[in-house]
């Protein structure tokens, strides 16, 4: 006799099985599980309270991802990069995407890509005027900059471009979806997500006004802000050195600002 799986129990085991792999996602961004722990299936199931089941297709995800990588038959580990392999992912993402905008500068922007877009924009206003929790916005503001970001390398319609983008998102903190600061306050933080949202605004208008050159260099321009939040290239913000995990590096250190600006030049 077999057992039905309703839709409802679909869609339940579906969500834990989301909440399992984007709980794991989090440790590894947020420095919880560092690269010299071992992970195994039966440490991380009682540590999130779950069965193997779920982990053991979460840590296949997250090899697949870049995350973790394996060691052994049954350990896993997290996978660490380099600051100038993220710095190259970032880069490289900015250029396609630059790329991708120009094509559809070219031809004009279809009036449905506007209108989702436009949403979008939207959708980012209203962020800056909620008065919820900073991690809930940053949260949102994620998820809606994932989705503007995705409507233009979907409109560009190359069909070569979402197989590069996929490789580069296996670098850690290279999607648009990666919102992570180092130390940076929290004024300073909305700030600095305000100011990216405000090119989303002239993305926009450089899309609608077929501005080619310009949506390129707003598109390239926009990748350096992720690199800033990082803490891998000087900002308008006093920094320390970067604690970010899985980027590794002697030299890693993101620039004090104070000292640079006090820097003689000359």
């Not at 190359?158 to 590069?164: A, G, M």
Request: with cysteine; glycine share 8%; hydrophobic share 40%.
């Amino acid at each position: 006799m077999t057992t039905e799986v309703t839709p409802a129990a679909e869609e339940k085991q579906e969500s834990r099985q989301r909440h399992v792999i984007d709980t794991l996602r989090a440790w590894v961004v947020d420095g919880k599980i560092g690269p010299e722990e071992k992970l195994s299936e039966s440490s991380l199931a009682e540590a999130l309270g779950v069965s193997r089941t779920p982990i053991r297709t979460a840590l296949a995800i997250l090899v697949e991802e870049g995350v973790l990588e394996r060691t052994g038959p049954r350990g896993y580990r997290v996978r660490t990069y380099k600051v100038a392999e993220v710095k190259e992912a970032i880069e490289l993402r900015s250029i396609i995407e630059a790329y991708a905008a120009k094509k559809i500068a070219s031809a004009g922007p279809s009036q449905k890509l506007i209108a989702e877009l436009k949403a979008c924009l939207r959708e980012g206003d209203d962020i800056f005027s909620s008065n919820a929790e900073l991690h809930e916005r940053e949260a949102r503001y994620a998820r809606m900059n994932s989705r503007f970001h995705g409507l233009i390398l979907e409109a560009a319609g190359v069909s070569i471009v979402p197989q590069i983008i996929s490789l580069l998102d296996r670098v850690p903190f290279g999607s648009p979806g990666a919102i992570r600061f180092d130390d940076i306050a929290k004024g300073d933080r909305i700030q600095h997500l305000h100011q990216a949202h405000w090119q989303h605004h002239h993305m926009v208008l450089a899309l609608i006004a077929k501005d080619v050159s310009r949506v390129g260099r707003l598109f390239q321009e926009h990748g350096e802000g992720v690199k800033i939040s990082l803490g891998l290239s000087p900002g308008p913000f006093n920094l320390g050195p970067s604690r970010l995990l899985p980027i590794v590096d002697p030299e890693a250190n993101a620039a004090d600002i104070a000292a640079f600006l006090k820097k003689d030049d000359t």
